[in-house]
């Protein structure tokens, strides 16, 4: 199957492990270049991850503690700065900063996107 205007595949898709997990642990990044908090979020069987998101504009700290959140797992770990991200915290630009991709209600850590 040919592949045209940005198109991928399902097996393209597949390749994305896009997991939910919850927020345990919250600190400020005073390090970072933008405003940024640094996260550690429990992915169930894959264990707890680190990121490093740009999300101080909409999100304090306290309020994220025991959200699930979405985030891509299987990029390679990223140094920002004295800082290892170890996932990808998914959501959406908007004129007022970024809005985090959550999930309607509980799932398991670790679920996978389907």
Same mark, same amino acid.
């Given at each position: 199957?040919? /592949?045209?205007?940005?198109?991928?595949d399902w097996?393209?898709?597949q390749?994305?492990?896009?997991r939910? #997990?919850t /927020?345990?642990?919250v600190?400020s !990044? &005073?390090?970072a270049?933008k &405003?940024?908090?640094?996260l550690?979020?429990d !992915?169930?069987e894959?264990?707890?991850? %680190?990121?490093s =998101?740009q999300?101080?504009d909409?999100y304090? =700290?306290?309020?994220?503690?025991?959200? %699930?959140? /979405? @985030? /891509?797992?299987?990029?390679?770990?990223?140094r920002? @700065? &004295?800082?290892?991200s170890? !996932?990808?915290? +998914?959501g !959406?630009h908007t004129?007022?900063g970024?809005?985090i +991709?959550?999930v309607?209600?509980p799932? &398991?850590? #670790? =679920?996978?996107? =389907?």
């Amino acid at each position: 199957m040919a /592949v045209t205007n940005g198109s991928i595949d399902w097996s393209d898709f597949q390749r994305v492990d896009i997991r939910a #997990g919850t /927020v345990l642990r919250v600190e400020s !990044f &005073p390090e970072a270049r933008k &405003p940024a908090w640094k996260l550690w979020v429990d !992915f169930g069987e894959l264990g707890v991850r %680190q990121t490093s =998101a740009q999300i101080v504009d909409l999100y304090d =700290a306290d309020a994220l503690i025991g959200r %699930q959140i /979405v @985030g /891509v797992v299987n990029f390679p770990p990223k140094r920002i @700065g &004295p800082f290892t991200s170890e !996932f990808l915290l +998914t959501g !959406f630009h908007t004129d007022d900063g970024v809005v985090i +991709t959550t999930v309607e209600r509980p799932v &398991p850590n #670790g =679920a996978r996107l =389907a």
